[in-house]
């Protein structure tokens, strides 16, 4: 199902497909995995979309399997919303995964067309499986599309981001673990930073973000400052500069 959201920069999530499978050191405390083990162990309908997708490591952190489930109950859900909403699609998953096949993928954009009110959010880790598809689907101006950059060791994502034909292509750089010291923004519309949060939270660097605050500054690119993070983030906040960061591309809908 879809619901409202906490995150700083939605206003709601969408999740017709379940689970995933680590790829990168951003990976690592996946608040998605931790969400998914909960939930599938629930006994009902989202108990069954969530089996098996997630699992325990030996060392006890929860971690995705690698199971991919297609929830065809949500896909519709955008549908029934008459007002304007900010849709962060698939945070539970990842939509361009390469067990999630092309004609799903077909029809979530073709719900998003078909939603004009709406922005959709799409978020991955996978851009190259993105820009092999972007001539196979439609890139309404109300569907962004971006992708996770946690440190320098995946800027390349960044490269194949800019072949994906969106009006609006961003970066989530959280959980900002590292530098990204090699970071252009030519093509790119939009920044998210933020810190790791939860258990075993790695420490995130002022300077790194301070170092992606003035690239977007000096090249006009709206920033978003999520959070600081911590195993509390309530207690570190959300301040950069003594302000807070909410800048966004115009939406397709008011917000």
Known sequence: MAIGSSIEWTDATWNPVAGCTPVSAGCKNCYAARMALRLTHMPNATGRKYRNTATRTRGGLPVFTGQINLDRESLELPRSWRLPRVI??????????????????????????????????????????????????????????????????????INALRRVPADIRFLSCEPLIGPLNGLHLKGIHWVIVGGESGPGARPMDERWVLHIQRLCLKHGVPFFFKQWGGVQKHKQGRLLNERTWDDMPALAGAR
Request: proline residues 7%.
């Open 88 to 157: 962060f699609v698939n945070s539970m998953s990842d939509l361009f995964h390469e067990d999630v096949p092309l004609f799903y993928i077909k029809e979530i954009f073709d719900v998003m067309v078909s939603c004009p009110q709406h922005t959709f959010q799409v978020l991955t880790k996978r851009p190259e499986r993105a820009a092999a598809f972007s001539r196979d689907l439609p890139w309404p101006g109300n569907v962004w599309m971006g992708t996770s950059v946690e440190d320098d060791r995946v800027i390349g994502r």
